[in-house]
């Protein structure tokens, strides 16, 4: 089960840090990944992590600007925002899926588990 929170309303140009917590023990072989959904649009993924933590992925739209981090020993996955745009505003959703591997995954499809989204609302 996922937990994403950390979500609230921020002004432009301010930060955000987004927490995805899972009740799993063996959380440390999950990739994890987020992903968000503006009104209107489709859903596209923003950052995803590896098992480890060695191997990440942020899309371009958020590169430089938010960081993606996990703390195995916590079940833990955070995405720090920073320098938040109006087009950030969305619904943020974190997913995970099981891996044997090291790296990630970017496909929304492969995910199996979902949390219930986080509101990010960006004002001017």
């Known amino acids: 089960q996922l937990r994403a929170s950390g979500g609230g309303l921020v002004q432009a140009g301010g930060s955000l840090r987004l927490s995805c917590a899972a009740s799993?023990?063996?959380?440390?072989?999950?990739?994890v990944g987020w992903f968000r959904q503006a009104p209107g649009k489709e859903r596209e993924s923003v950052a995803a992590?590896?098992?480890?933590?060695?191997?990440?992925y942020h899309a371009d739209s958020v590169k430089g600007r938010f960081i993606i981090s996990r703390d195995n020993a916590r079940g833990t996955v955070y995405l720090q925002m920073n320098s938040l745009k109006l087009e950030d505003t969305a619904v943020y959703y974190c997913?995970?899926?099981?891996?044997?591997?090291?790296?990630?995954?970017?496909?929304?499809?492969?995910?199996?588990?979902w949390g219930q989204g986080t509101l990010v609302t960006v004002s001017s």
């Open positions: 992590i590896s098992r480890g933590g060695t191997r990440k």
């Open positions: 799993e023990r063996t959380f440390s072989s999950y990739v």
């Open positions: 997913a995970a899926k099981i891996s044997v591997t090291g790296t990630y995954y970017i496909e929304a499809g492969l995910y199996n588990y």
